[in-house]
T-cell receptor, first 115, second 115 residues
Framework: AQTVTQSQPEMSVQEAETVTLSCTYD???????LFWYKQPPSRQMILVIR??????QNATENRFSVNFQKAAKSFSLKISDSQLGDAAMYFC????????????FGQGTRLTINP | EPEVTQTPSHQVTQMGQEVILRCVPI?????FYWYRQILGQKVEFLVS????????KSEIFDDQFSVERPDGSNFTLKIRSTKLEDSAMYFC?????????????FGPGTRLTVL
């Protein structure tokens, strides 16, 4: 079974600075998808960014980018120019290309933005 | 922009009572999911549903749980006899396809409190 590990329970960053959230995963599959979801205090899960394992190029969405290291099974999220609205729980998630494609989530990292 | 909706936002019930949590997925989506998040813990997959049947379920999804798509728009999760440990946030999600890259869109969640 696949597992996802986020080793940083909490992170904090100064507004306008850059922060990187770590995620590692374990799988025997060669093709899969990885996601970062944001969960603000409202607790709704919002997709931040996704990465296809077959793509070597790292995904980017505005101020959010990933560092996908397939051999190391690492998938970190970099947030540039941090804003107060980025404060939230961030969850890394794995999804197989086979079966019903459920999402397997990590434990989450709580990100605090200091003004 | 289409979104997944869930009702109620908060449900309080007595142990042993039945509850039904309701979700309206995005209208052209075909794949539906329920996830659970116990306070302070990670999001866990419960069940996936396609073509009017369960496609995958987790160990959590025992005989006390059932899902139904009673009409063309609603997707429900029923817990027959609630336990204290069922207290959690329940998220519904939907996607247009089962392919791994297709994004699952989450609803705002229902907070279930079992007393």
């Amino acid at each position: 079974a696949q597992t996802v590990t986020q080793s940083q329970p909490e992170m904090s960053v100064q507004e306008a600075e850059t922060v990187t959230l770590s995620c590692t995963y374990d799988t025997s599959e060669s093709d899969y998808y990885l996601f970062w979801y944001k969960q603000p205090p409202s607790r709704q899960m919002i997709l931040v960014i996704r990465q296809e394992a077959y793509k070597q190029q790292n995904a980017t969405e505005n101020r959010f980018s990933v560092n996908f290291q397939k051999a190391a099974k690492s998938f970190s999220l970099k947030i540039s120019d941090s804003q107060l609205g980025d404060a939230a729980m961030y969850f890394c998630a794995y999804r197989s290309v086979r079966g019903a494609q459920k999402l397997v989530f990590g434990q989450g990292t709580r990100l605090t933005i200091n003004p | 922009e289409p979104e997944v909706t869930q009702t109620p936002s908060h449900q309080v019930t007595q142990m042993g009572q039945e509850v039904i949590l309701r979700c309206v997925p995005i209208s052209n989506h075909l794949y539906f999911y329920w996830y659970r998040q116990i306070l302070g813990q990670k999001v866990e997959f419960l069940v996936s549903f396609y073509n009017n049947e369960i496609s995958e379920k987790s160990e959590i999804f025992d005989d006390q749980f059932s899902v139904e798509r009673p009409d063309g728009s609603n997707f429900t999760l029923k817990i027959r006899s609630t336990k204290l440990e069922d207290s959690a946030m329940y998220f519904c999600a939907s996607s247009g396809q089962a392919s791994g890259g297709d994004t699952q869109y989450f609803g705002p969640g229902t907070r279930l409190t079992v007393l």
